[in-house]
Structures are given as structure tokens and as C-alpha cells.
């Protein structure tokens, strides 16, 4: 997050919390994991409040200047997730938690989130720390560990490409070896490039990452690394998870897009499709079976069901198609093999944000 508030909203200590609960909502988010909140203990009670209804969140515990330092969060979408038996543990203050609770039925869930140091000198001790704390409260293994880790494994990780420290690179590995997690987004996309941070001088890594346990990697899908409405200089990773056994759940029914109550045309085409079932009621005999009021009625919700459809198209795809050609094109440029020695084509890409 890059603090709780932001320049570019309200000002307030809590300015990007609005934003937060939009995008939750949104993107029907049932977990957030939130890094760099630097939000206080007052401060996550106030927004607690203020969004009683919607989320409960779970702060890190810190130290005795809160607002100063890191801090990371979890945000639990009430909509969505059961928030009744959660459990949090401090591993690392204001650095790293660990959230259990029931996703479904008798499906536990365990988590952790993690704002790693940012002097990989620091990293084994870290990493050794973290695990050592897991142990300690005999927590059972994270089916995910998540966050802002400040270090990456592999050169396909950074552009231009190069190994990051590797007594940090051994640390992580170790930790995460010991909890059975893998790097599930490498392994479906082993050649695949994507970053999550650009630095100042273009240099352009995959810093914020989805470590899952191995068991459940055919249960994950739609991996995402995109720009959030959040305000930060990080993209958000998001993915979705689909236990055995879960319930299919088809698409919503197709609802009026609110832009069309002013199409002109359409109220014209409607208002006289309505004069006409008027007078095609009123003409109806009693013997009449076929058509009915009933069946005149459904013939007319179908035409201007399908006349709103047909002006729909020429508005929302437009943006649908940006949308996914800018997405296609940002795509093609992380995969070009001038990242790695042209300073330009890295600006470029990233500032290609959708």
C-alpha cells in the first residue's frame, strides 16, 4: 500500500480504505493481504468501524511506532468468506502474520503474510527467524504465503536479469521448502516474464508473489498480476482458489447496463413496443389461449431484452477492447528479449499499465 493514505484521494489517515473496499467488492475478493500499511492500532479500529459491515481485518502487531513502520494487514470480505473462528498469529512484528480460519465447511484455510526487510544482508536471518517462530507456536504448515518479498529467485524475475543475493535467495528457499510451498505461478509459467515493481532507474522485477502448498496447485486458477485501483507503486497478485468439491456457480443473469436508461433511441423503440402490448391485450377475446396476456407479456420483456443487447455492443465493448488490447500488447512486451539490455522498452512497458 505504500502508507494508509495517499495524495491522491481525500486527505486523511485513512483515504485509501474507500478505495480498498471498493476494490474487494469489485473483484469479489474474499482475502486481501496488505503490505507497507503502516497503520496503527487506533487507526485499523477506525477503519474496522467505519466498514463494520462489509470487512474484518486483522493488523500485526508492532512496535511502538506503529505509523512508522511497515506493518502488514489482512482484510477478510464478510461478503464472501465466513469470519467466525479466525485466528491470528504475530510470526515477526509489524513483518509478518499468520491468519487460520474456515473457508468452507470443514475446509480449513492457513496464511501468511509477509513484508520481507529490504537489506538482503538481512534476508537469512529473516527468513531463519520466521521459520523458527512457526515452529515455536506449532502452527500447522500455510496452505499460502504471501506478501511484498523484497527479493527474487530466479534472473526470468527481473529485467534487466541477473541473480539477486544468494545466501537470501538459500534463506527463502529453506523456509519455504520446510513449509511445502512452491512458487505454483513459475511452475505454469516457466517461461513466462511479468513484474510486480519498476524502479526508478526501469529496472523492473516480480517482488510480490503467491507461494501455495503443492497439494492444492490444481485447485488455483486465474493468476493475475495487474495495476490496482488501490493507489501504489506495486501491481496486485491475486489468484483463485476452487476446493474439491466445491459448488459450480454459473454466470451471473445478464442485467441493463445503467448507460442505456439515456439511449434515445432504445426508449423510443421500447415506448412503442409498449403501445403495441397495450392494444394487443386489450384486443385479447376470453377464448383466447394463444397468445395470452402471459405470453404477450414474455414476448415483449424478450425483444426488449434482446434490442438492449444489440445496443449494448456498440458502447461496453469499445472499452472491453482496449482494455484487452492494451492488456495483449503489455503481454507481448514482457515477453520481448530487449527487457534485458534496453532501458526504453522497460519504461515503456511498464508505463503501459491497464
Not at 500447522?140 to 524475475?157: A, R, V, Y
Amino acid at each position: 500500500m505504500k502508507g494508509c493514505s495517499s495524495p491522491l484521494l481525500e486527505p486523511g489517515p485513512t483515504s485509501k480504505w474507500t478505495t480498498v473496499m471498493r476494490t474487494l467488492r469489485e473483484q469479489k475478493l474474499g482475502i486481501l493481504a496488505l503490505q507497507e500499511t503502516h497503520l496503527s492500532d487506533d487507526l485499523a479500529a477506525q477503519v474496522s468501524a467505519l466498514h463494520y459491515h462489509r470487512i474484518t481485518m486483522f493488523n500485526s502487531l508492532g512496535i511502538n511506532n506503529p505509523t512508522g513502520s511497515a506493518r502488514v494487514a489482512f482484510v477478510i470480505n464478510k461478503e464472501v468468506v465466513n469470519v467466525n473462528n479466525i485466528s491470528m498469529h504475530t510470526l515477526i512484528l509489524d513483518r509478518a502474520i499468520y491468519l487460520s480460519l474456515k473457508w468452507q465447511r470443514d475446509i480449513d484455510l492457513k496464511l501468511i503474510n509477509v513484508y520481507a526487510l529490504n537489506d538482503p544482508l538481512q534476508h537469512p536471518h529473516f527468513w531463519a527467524n520466521l521459520e523458527y517462530q512457526w515452529r515455536a507456536l506449532h502452527l500447522p504448515k500455510p496452505d499460502f504465503m504471501m506478501g511484498h518479498f523484497n527479493l527474487t529467485e530466479d534472473p526470468i524475475d527481473r529485467a534487466p536479469a541477473r541473480t539477486d543475493n544468494q545466501n537470501a535467495i538459500q534463506a527463502l528457499r529453506t523456509c519455504h521448502h520446510t513449509q511445502d510451498l512452491q512458487n505454483s505461478w513459475c511452475h505454469n509459467f516457466p517461461s513466462e516474464h511479468t513484474f510486480t515493481f519498476t524502479t526508478a532507474g526501469h529496472t523492473m522485477l516480480r517482488l510480490d508473489r503467491i507461494y501455495t502448498q503443492k497439494d492444492i496447485k490444481d485447485n488455483i486458477s486465474n493468476w493475475s498480476h495487474d495495476t490496482s485501483s488501490i493507489p501504489s507503486n506495486h501491481k496486485m497478485v491475486s489468484l483463485r482458489l476452487s476446493p474439491t468439491g466445491t459448488p459450480f456457480i454459473s454466470k451471473d443473469r445478464w442485467s441493463w447496463p445503467l448507460g442505456l436508461l439515456h439511449d434515445k433511441e432504445l426508449n423510443k423503440f421500447i415506448l412503442n413496443l409498449g403501445c403495441n402490448l397495450q392494444c394487443n391485450m386489450k384486443n385479447l377475446t376470453k377464448d383466447d389461449h394463444t397468445p395470452n396476456q402471459q405470453t404477450l407479456w414474455q414476448d415483449f420483456k424478450d425483444k426488449i431484452r434482446r434490442e438492449a443487447i444489440k445496443a449494448t455492443k456498440p458502447q461496453i465493448p469499445k472499452i472491453t477492447q482496449q482494455i484487452t488490447a492494451l492488456k495483449k500488447d503489455l503481454k507481448e512486451l514482457c515477453q520481448q528479449g530487449t527487457l534485458d539490455t534496453s532501458p526504453s522498452a522497460r519504461s515503456n512497458t511498464w508505463k503501459k499499465k491497464v
